[in-house]
């Protein structure tokens, strides 16, 4: 017996949102390896200003606008996350009193997708502090030089 399965028609897989979440944060990742290859210092050309502007524009539109519309948009329409589902849980752990469980609140999927949501802006808010900082710290390197005082004695104690 013969058993197919189409991995893109799981009820969990959105192909938009995948995409989406994918393609920006591979383009928020290029900062890096063009952050190597530029040396510190540089001045920019106006040319070169417009098209960084433009390209971080695009990448903040498709990480805080699209994803997460992507994924609501999938969470409402495929998986039925509304106020109307309400969550229990495994083993009813969560079925709330109103509805003869022993949990004191009512929780529905749509406070899941709104978590999810707010996940997701974590994550390229974390990105973004990453990227900057990375961007910042281009070309550094750390001094191997012991300080010393004015008689030319090392101040720190070498381990």
Same mark, same amino acid.
């Not at 709330?96 to 749509?110: D, H, I, S």
């Given at each position: 017996m013969q058993l197919a399965i189409d991995v893109l028609r799981w009820p969990g897989v959105n192909q938009a949102f995948l995409f989406s979440f994918f393609l920006s944060t591979g383009l928020a990742l290029l900062s890096i390896p063009y952050g190597r290859r530029r040396p510190i210092g540089t001045p920019v050309t106006w040319g070169e200003a417009m098209l960084a502007a433009t390209f971080a524009f695009g990448v903040m539109f498709l990480a805080f606008g699209v994803v997460p519309h992507q994924f609501i948009d999938h969470a409402d329409k495929n998986l039925g996350w509304n106020k109307a589902k309400i969550l229990y849980g495994p083993f009813d752990l969560l079925k $709330?009193?109103? &509805? *003869? *469980? /022993? /949990? $004191?609140?009512? &929780?529905?999927?749509?406070a899941i997708r709104d978590t999810v949501v707010v996940l997701i802006h974590v994550w390229y808010f974390g990105l973004l502090i990453f990227l900057w900082s990375k961007w910042q710290k281009r070309g550094a390197t750390k001094s191997t030089e012991v300080a010393t005082s004015t008689y030319g004695r090392p101040l720190v104690k070498k381990a």
């Open positions: $709330p009193k109103a &509805l *003869g *469980g /022993f /949990f $004191p609140m009512t &929780l529905q999927y749509e």
